[in-house]
Structure formats: C-alpha cells, structure tokens
C-alpha cells in the first residue's frame, strides 16, 4: 500500500507544479481539518460486516469537496445509497466514490460540490471479514479455542480531536444498558494495546428485529496523525454465533500466540512518506517548471480523452452488472438514521402508500383491483382462485396498472411469481423514493393524506368530491385504498400465493423475496420495521458512477490529487 | 340433403311455419264451428301437406328451404365470429412486458381485428383463421406460463424442471406464423388477391 518515496517525489513534484500552474490561487487558501471519525462495524454470523463511517469535516479558505480514503485491509463493497454528506446548511449531498487504484478511493461531493464551514460525511461499505482473515479461530493454551477480531479503521493524516469505533456483535443482551453481572459475563479478551489505547465500553444496540445487541466501544481523545486503532479481541469459540470460520479464515498462529500479531496486514504501518512540500516544487527554475507543466497537461488530456473514449465500453456494461448485482446484493432494510428530520416523499402513489404502511399484500392486490375496477379496465370474475378479466386493450395510464396487469394469465388467472416480481419493483420504487426521507413523518403525512381521501371519498357533496379528485390524479387509487378500509369484507377472500398474504415486511423476509439484512439501530443504520425494500442496485450505481465518473472528472484532478496525496493513510481533504 | 334434414329446413321457414299454423288454425276454426276434432285434425294435416307438395312443385318451398339455410348458416358465422372476436379480445387485453413478444401480439390483434372486420362485412369465416386466433392465445399462455416458472425459479434457486428451449423466439415465430394465417384468411376473403395485384387487373383493363 505504501510505495517509495523515491517513485514518487518525481510526479508529486509535477503534480505540484500543475496545480500551482493551473490554480495559484486557490488551493493554498483551503484548509481542511477532519474533527472526529465515528465508525460503526456490524458483524453478521457470516463473518461479513457492515461498516459505516460518519466524519466531521470542517473547511475554511474555499471549497472542500472530499477527501481521500484508503487502509481497510479489504476491498469495500460500497453501498452508495448510503453515502452522502450533510453539509451545514442543513442539504444532504450524494457522494461519488472512485476507486484510484490499491485500495485508495477519492471521495467527492457528487457533480463538483463543494462546502465551506462544517459536514457530516457518511460512507457504507460491506466486506468479509472472515475471508479477509480479519475473523477466524485460533487456539491459546488457557483458554483453548477463540475466535479473533482482528480490525482497524482506516488512519488519517491529520490528528482528530476523537475517534469511536462500536462493534455489534450477533450476541443479544437484555437491554440498552448492561448491568454489572452483564459487562462480567462478557467472556472478552484483548490485548494489552487495545485496554490502553481505548475506553471501552458495553452497551446493547437495538435492532431491526426489536432484540438489543452486544456493542463494543472504543473511544480515543486526541488521536494523533496516523494514529492507528487496531483491535485485537478474543472470545470463546462457543460465545459468537459465527459460522464457517475455519475454512476461511487465516491460518491460527497457533498456541500461546496471542501476543503475536495474528494478521500481517494489520500490523502497525510502515512511516509514511512525507507529502512533498508545494514550496519545494516552486522553487524549481521556471524553464524547467513550465515545459513540465505543459508536458502534464498534455499527458492529462491525453489520459482524459482514452477515459472518454472507453466510456460508451462501460457504459455498455452497466445493463449487465445490474443484473449480476440484482442477484448479489442482497437488498436491505435500511435505517432511519440516514433520514433528514421531517423530509416527506410527497408523491408516492397510493399503492406505495400502502405498502409504506405495510397493509397486507392481498389488501394491496384488492386496492389494485378496485383502482382498475373503478377506470373499467379490469373486473374481478372469481375471488377464489382470483380470476379477472381485462376489458380495456388501451395501455392504461400508470406503468404500475401495466404491471400489475401482466401478473395475469390469458384466462385471468394470477401469476404467482410475476405477482411477486410486481411487489418487488414496486418496494425497490419505494426505497428510491424514501431512502433520505424521514419514516415516521412520512408515514404521518400519509395517515393525514388517507383520512382526508376518505372523508372525501364518503363525501354525499358531488361538486366537493369531484373537487377533490381533481386535485388528486391517482384518486382512482386513493378511492381504492378508501374503499378496501372501509370494506373489510370485499375482496376478503382473495386466492393468492401464500407467501402474499402477509405484511411486505414479512414478504421482504421471506425466501420468496429479498434475504432480510439485520442493522441494529445503533450501528449508524437502523434497520427497522420502518425500512424500505432493497437496494439490489448498488452494484449498478457503483458502475454507472464509475463510469460517469471516469469520463467527467478529468485525469488532470485525480491523477494530480493521487500524484500529491500519495500516503497511504486517509485523509487529504479538497 | 337428406328428405329429414329437407323437411326440417321446410318446416323451419316461413312457408313451412305459416302452412302448419294456418291449417291448426283451420283445424281450430273448425271445431269451433261445431265439427268434430278428428275429422278437423285430417282436414288441417292434409291442407298441410297440399300445401307443401303445391309449393313445392311451383318452386316457392325450395326457396324457403335455401332462405332458412341461409338463416342458420348467417347464425352459425355470427357465432364463430363471435367467438373469434372474444379470442381476439382476450389477446388484446393481455400485457406483455417483453416487447418483442407484445409486438408480435400486437401483429396478431391487429390482423385478426382485420380479419374479422371482414367476416363481419362478408358474413362469412375461416375456420383456418379461427383456429389460428385460438392457437395464438395458447402460445401466449405458454409464454406467460414460462415466465412465470422461470420467475419462481430464480427466486427459489430451482431447477428447471421443464426446460423449454428459445421460449421468446419460438413464440414470437409461432405468433408471427398466427398473424400471417389470419391475413391470409382475410386476404382470401376479399377475393384472394392482393392490392397489388388487384391494380394490376386495372391497369390491365384500361
């Protein structure tokens, strides 16, 4: 990770010079400073984790866009649905991630944006920490059998004023406080340098399920620059529900080993070179300065316009790593803490509505039905088995009314699975829709919204209710809704597959839909019963940005950041 | 024709229906005159018969027998239409989400809304065609029958217990195949020639 310092000065030195060519001005002005790193690693039974990353920046003297990232000892996969940044005047900002190569990632604002003054940057990624050799067995000669976590957060170049990693532990506990007998009987082993290095603290992390969860804490004041914060635990094999470690875990130093360092990765970093200073560069003879600079610029244009030129290629390969990334990515429920306080989605369509407030899925089928029933596009023939019968060859006006109609057979008859593929596309919809919004006032804009459809709909004022459903195109829908509620017994005996006649959270769950993904609600990303379907796409948008990224952030601003910044540690704001 | 069949078809038509009605009405007339009921009964079935064989021999029955004929016939192509169109509307009303299949079920509707626009105007039907437009609605039930399975199977990690070999490509070939037997048909009924070849008849003639 770390390369010479002799390869390098050379283009540091160069890269120096081109942005001294190409932007006197600015870059001196800008400081940044990183405040305080909060990181929060959720380890699954599987031996993956979930890691999230909330940084506190602060920038003054121009705009800071991002910063550069670098030292997880495995590749992210990054989930970029959760990776924004707030910035201080209350906006939340999309990032762009770009992998530069060696495990480096240049963190940007989405579209150039920059802030001036403070933000929260937030970042997401998933790894294997078992494969990675980060969890795996090992043996000591007092305690026998343990299962190790072996991690660290990424450094900085810069020191901070705290930095706190939790790690939630699949192990349930009482509650969000835990008694002295609970702290005892947390069966923990560290090294020496983690008690010396760290508060520590136990505390439980609700989760989704509603069950509290084993967190870990440990707090450093005043880290200084590259500090590192490595964690070397130990507990009994028994004691962490963590399967399929011994195949895939690093070989076990063996006995009485556990003052050796267990992972050659995570052993302390090498020093790091010192960044070329900017004076050193100007003061280089303008005659030589000048043609290599201009020699730069060139190489830089050039470098752009290959990226250009392979970007049709790539984005070519989006449509195919969508799919691959439909069938890998597990689809989560995601969590309330990335949510902007009072943000309403004000346009879901009633149907999403309903999913929202996890009506059952055969009551949302009946609301489908009443909506098409109401428009005389379809009628129901039997409830049953449920059989309709289309009477309107005219493509209806919502893609979601096309949609539902295709889950049905020439006889009318429902088609389970494409049923199924309907909830699914109508949840992801969903997820795009709500995934910065805030779940509750969501949900109580909506309980509004309904009431007030049913007062409407019960309305014996013809002019008001016409009134009313004008103002509200989807009113088909929000009849529909009105009416499966005020209705219980129509529609009740809908025949549909089993795995349709519960709530979408349960659907979620279920085989038949997505692998539910825990995400205790203190680990940064609260899975909760409020969360939405999954984000199956993330593997796209990781491709597509990459893509739209190689061609629009020019080899100029990376090549030369990369040039200048080339310590392995995290850090570089700009 | 059989004599059965012959005589059902003359009793069918008017002549045949107003004959029998109006001798039971002699034969009613009759006995309300005072006469007895067998005599009254002979004198109406033999008014019956004579009529019959009278038109039958000045030709007036043989038209009726034609005329209600034509009256079942006109009624069985209405039926066959009908049925045909209910076809047709199914297939319309199904939602494709492959393009490629929705458009050959598009060439399908379309040639069968033609098709049947001039069996309406012909009153007259190929059963070719009728049976093509069921077909076509078969195929596209096996298609969406596809789809499915192959949409549970991906979710469940299933095999596939009935593979099913280029299912798109097969499908829209056999529904292309269902649309060009459905113009054909119309084609047919329009004379069998096409308008191409129907201006080259013009021109031929001027």
Known sequence: ?574 | MRFGEFLAYYLKSPLGIGSLAGSAGLALLGMALGLPFLPSAAGALALALLTGVVSLAGGAGARAIAEAKGVERARDVRRRVSEAEEIKSRLAGLRISDAEVAAALGAVVLAAGEYLESCKTRESYDPEANFALESALEIVGLHLSESNETSVERRFSLPDENPFEDPKGRVVAGLKEKASTLRRARLGMEGGLGAGERMAIEEELR
């Open chain 1, 1 to 574: 990770m770390i390369r010479g310092k002799k390869n390098r000065a050379p283009l540091g030195v160069l890269a120096a010079l081109l942005i001294l060519f190409l932007a006197p001005a600015a870059l001196p002005a800008l400081s940044t400073d990183l405040e305080s790193a909060d990181i929060t690693v959720v380890l699954g039974t599987e031996g993956k984790a979930e890691v999230f990353y909330r940084l506190y920046w602060k920038a003054s003297g121009g705009k800071m866009h991002g910063f550069y990232f670098q030292g997880e000892a495995f590749e992210p996969v990054w989930n970029l649905e959760r990776c924004f940044a707030d910035l201080g005047d209350g906006s939340r900002v999309p990032l762009e991630i770009k992998a530069l190569g060696s495990g480096r990632y240049d963190v940007v604002l989405e579209r150039g944006k920059g802030f001036t003054g403070e933000a929260y940057y937030f970042l997401n990624y998933a790894g294997d920490f078992g494969s990675a050799g980060l969890v795996g067995l090992t043996r000591s000669v007092e305690s026998g059998e343990l299962i190790y976590f072996d991690w660290a957060p990424v450094q900085w170049d810069e020191p901070l004023k705290a930095r706190t990693v939790r790690l939630v532990l699949p192990i349930t506990v009482g509650g969000e406080s835990l008694s002295e007998a609970e702290r005892g009987a947390v069966p923990l082993r560290t090294e020496k340098s983690v008690n010396a290095e760290n508060k520590v603290d136990f505390y439980g992390s609700k989760g989704g399920d509603g069950k509290y969860y084993l967190t870990l804490r440990f707090h450093q004041e005043s880290p200084g620059p590259r500090a590192a914060q490595r964690l070397r635990l130990y507990f009994p094999r028994d004691y962490l529900p963590i399967a399929a470690l011994g195949a895939s875990a690093s070989p076990s130093p063996g006995p009485g080993d556990l003052s050796q360092p267990l992972l050659p990765h995570a052993a302390e970093p090498e020093p790091l070179p010192e960044p070329t200073p900017l004076s050193k560069a100007a003061r280089l003879p303008p005659a030589v300065a000048l043609p290599l600079a201009l020699g730069l610029v060139a190489l830089a244009l050039y470098a752009y316009s290959r990226k250009l030129a392979g970007y049709g290629k790539k984005a070519a390969l989006v449509k195919d790593l969508s799919w691959a990334g439909d069938s890998w990515i597990p689809p989560k429920l995601f969590s309330g803490t990335y949510q902007v306080k009072g943000k309403v989605a004000q346009d879901l369509h009633p149907v999403q509505v309903a999913l929202l407030l996890e009506l059952p899925l055969a009551r949302v089928v009946a609301l489908m039905l009443e909506g098409l029933r109401s428009q005389g596009i379809a009628e129901v023939l039997e409830e049953d088995p449920l059989r309709i019968k289309i009477l309107s060859a005219e493509r209806a006006q919502e893609e979601h009314e096309e949609a539902f109609l295709a889950c049905f057979d020439a006889e009318g008859r429902v088609l389970s699975g494409l049923l199924m593929d309907f909830f699914e596309a109508r949840l992801k919809e969903l997820q795009e829709a709500l995934w910065d919004c805030d779940m509750e006032a969501t949900k109580a804009y909506y309980r509004e919204k309904l009431a007030e459809a049913e007062l409407a709909e019960a309305e014996a004022d013809g002019e008001r209710l016409a009134a009313w459903r004008a103002s509200n195109p989807h009113w088909h829908y929000w009849h529909g809704y009105y009416h499966v509620r005020r209705y219980p017994e129509h529609h009740a005996a809908l025949g549909l597959p089993q795995e349709l006649k519960a709530g979408y959270a349960s659907f979620m769950k279920s085989s038949s839909c997505f692998s539910g993904c825990f995400v205790p609600a203190g680990a940064g990303g609260a899975a909760g019963a409020d969360g939405a379907a999954g984000a199956c796409y993330s593997a796209c948008h990781n491709a597509c940005h990459d893509a739209c990224h190689s061609a629009c952030h020019s080899a100029c601003h990376s090549a030369c950041h990369s040039a200048c910044h080339s310590a392995c540690v995290s850090g570089g704001g700009h």
